[in-house]
């Protein structure tokens, strides 16, 4: 079966860094995900990485390491608006059908000014 | 309009009852999900659809049924209503595994 390991929550004040790790366990492995959901609102994807290594897109960074099992995303120069929830998620085969993603279960991120 | 559309959005129906959330999308993705998501459970995958005639479970299938006639659709059924169906019904669809597309939510309660 799957399952993946995220800190429920973290706290962190404007302008900090902060990094949301997430282990993963899968039968097979086809990329790790980043989701950011506000509050009520409909999850919106932020990253996906497939290889090793660091994925840059703005103020968001996501990290993967395929040996470890292991990634992270990384929150630069933290807004109040990046108050949200944030999603690791794994592609896996669940049936002989196909794969679909697995999601962690979530890590609420506080940003006090 | 251009995008994924679940409907009702809101909902508030008696244990028993059949229940049926509509999910349709305009970009003719292959694949389409269902998800709820409960307070620490993060988002828990019901069923999925890689194209049209083809679906199969999810994480937690049970007390639900699904069906994909059209590539555009896919409703969610849930056959007779229980407390523990109450919960936020996430659609979503994707042509490729790389980003998911979700719908805004249906909101369940069952009384």
């Known amino acids: 079966g799957q399952s993946l390991e995220q800190p429920s929550e973290v706290t962190a004040v404007e302008g900090a860094i902060v990094q949301i790790n997430c282990t993963y366990q899968?039968?097979?492995?086809?990329?790790l995900s980043w989701y950011q959901q506000h509050d009520g609102g409909a999850p919106t994807f932020l990253s996906y990485n497939a290889l090793d290594g660091l994925e840059e897109t703005g103020r968001f960074s996501s990290f993967l390491s395929r040996s470890d099992s292991y990634g992270y995303l990384l929150l630069q120069e933290l807004q109040m608006k990046d108050s949200a929830s944030y999603f690791c998620a794994v592609r896996d085969h669940l049936n002989q059908a196909g794969t679909a993603l697995i999601f962690g279960k979530g890590t609420t991120l506080s940003v006090s000014s | 309009d251009a995008g994924i559309t679940q409907s009702p959005r809101y909902k508030i129906t008696e244990t028993g009852r059949q229940v049926t959330l509509m999910c349709h999308q305009t970009?003719?993705?292959?694949?389409m999900f269902w998800y709820r998501q409960d307070l620490g459970h993060g988002l828990r995958l019901i069923y999925y659809s890689a194209a049209a005639d083809i679906t199969d479970k999810g994480e937690v299938p049970d007390g639900y049924v699904v069906s994909r006639s059209k590539t555009e659709n896919f409703p969610l059924t849930l056959e007779s209503a229980t407390r523990s169906q109450t919960s936020v019904y996430f659609c979503?669809?994707?042509?490729?595994?790389?980003?998911?597309?979700f719908g805004e939510g249906s909101r369940l309660t069952v009384l």
């Open positions: 970009w003719s993705h292959s694949y």
């Open positions: 979503a669809s994707t042509s490729s595994s790389r980003e998911l597309f």
């Open positions: 899968t039968s097979g492995f086809y990329g």
